[in-house]
């Protein structure tokens, strides 16, 4: 069996998915995603120019041997233009081997741990009450987990997770476009001062059964991370997210000294090698890493079977810069993976987003059902994706009120 060809499409409805469909000569193809968010035209490149034209010939269902060709074989390893990439790859050649099995990944991984696996969804206010309005939107819905976020008093309304923007179904819809970023302003004395006690109110307001996670989103130093995760402790929070930028691994050891307040950190990271300090020395409890950015099924795995050693469960990164591609190999991961957590959940079941890849994946009660079809269980409609092509788009960057460039 050898593959044959393959294809790159960006483009799709509100984001610039980067999908991969790789054929065979016995006419089986299977689907990946490389999407980058805001710079989906660099793996998008690496693909067609590189990686493609050496994946022609190769036997697809050799997917280990492929992917240690490509990471191996570059050299300069790692990095997440390269690591989307491969992710990519790696994800179409699973979804090719469950279609030739006639099994849906999951088998092919070790079964099912679950039947549902359970998601969490973003509520958002510029102000409390906003915020109470979006979680009790989410609450009826059927969720049993929410993220929070709020606007802060005193500093401008748009700020991270917070933007400026069309509000639909208790989500804020941001608003990334164009290549020259916008500037938010940040201060973290007045976010200190704030958030904790926003934080108890919610608790306060909705009951002990609700899970409520809070993503600080690298915005504090180590001290004050440790500070503020000590001072949240009442509210149990199911996870704090990002507290403090973790490129310096070791950092996380004063959090953990301070603070019983579970820790999820990840989402940037793109290899076992940027986070097995802080699984092998338990010092998160949640690894936030997405399938797309950390190299696909293969290497994804291999850092889930290290957390499951230290007491660390998954939590991927779910943005809607994910596709439903994505989606969907996380979906067989959490449905297989003994130390599952809880995944995201953010704007992919869209009319639009259905059309261009069907499946019968499904969000019910706030849990998602993976499909038992043969493969990722996902498909993607190349007539569709006509009706979208790239728009470049940014994040913003962050700056202290005196203009000091801060962590986005």
Known sequence: ?????????????????????????????????????????????????????????????????????????????????????????????????GKLAGMPVYDLLGGKSRDGALVYAHATGVD?????DSVAAYVEQGYKAVRLQCGIP????????????????????????????????????????????????????FGPELKLLHDVHHRLTPREA????????????????????????AALRLL????????????????????????????????????????????????????GLHNVRTGFHGAPSHSPISMAAQAHLNAWAPNFGIQEYLVLGTPECDA???SDHFLKEGQFFVSDAPGLGIDFDEGEAKRYSYKPGSHPVVRLEDGTLWNY
């Open 256 to 307: 953990r000294q301070h603070s019983t307040t579970p820790i999820a950190i990840g989402e940037v990271f793109n290899s076992v090698w940027e986070c097995n300090k802080l699984i092998e020395e338990e010092l998160i409890d949640f690894i936030r890493v997405a399938v797309t950015y950390a190299g696909g099924i293969t290497h994804a795995r291999r850092i889930v079977d290290l957390a």
């Open 154 to 205: 005193g500093m401008p309304t748009a700020s991270y997770a917070v933007p400026e923007g069309k509000f639909a179904g208790g989500d804020f819809i941001t608003d990334f476009s164009g290549i020259i970023p916008k500037t938010e302003i940040w201060d973290t004395d007045r976010y200190l001062r704030f958030m904790p006690e926003a934080l108890s109110t919610i608790r306060e307001r």
């Open 1 to 97: 069996m050898k593959i044959t060809d393959a294809k790159v499409f960006v483009g799709g409805p509100g984001k610039n998915y980067v999908t991969l469909k790789i054929m065979t000569d016995q006419g089986v193809y299977g689907l990946g995603d490389a999407t980058l968010n805001n710079r989906e035209t660099l793996p998008a490149a690496y693909l067609h120019d590189y990686l493609i034209p050496n994946l022609i010939g190769m036997d697809p269902r050799r997917s280990e041997d492929i992917w240690q060709f490509f990471y191996r074989g570059a050299y300069f390893r790692r990095g997440p233009i390269a690591m989307a990439a491969f992710g990519a790859i790696d994800m179409a050649l699973w979804d090719i081997k």
């Open 128 to 132: 409390l009450e906003g915020l109470f």
């Open 356 to 358: 261009l890849f069907p």
């Open 226 to 249: 440790a500070a503020f995760a000590k001072e949240v402790e009442p509210v149990r929070l199911f996870w704090l997210e990002d507290p403090t930028p973790a490129e310096d691994q």
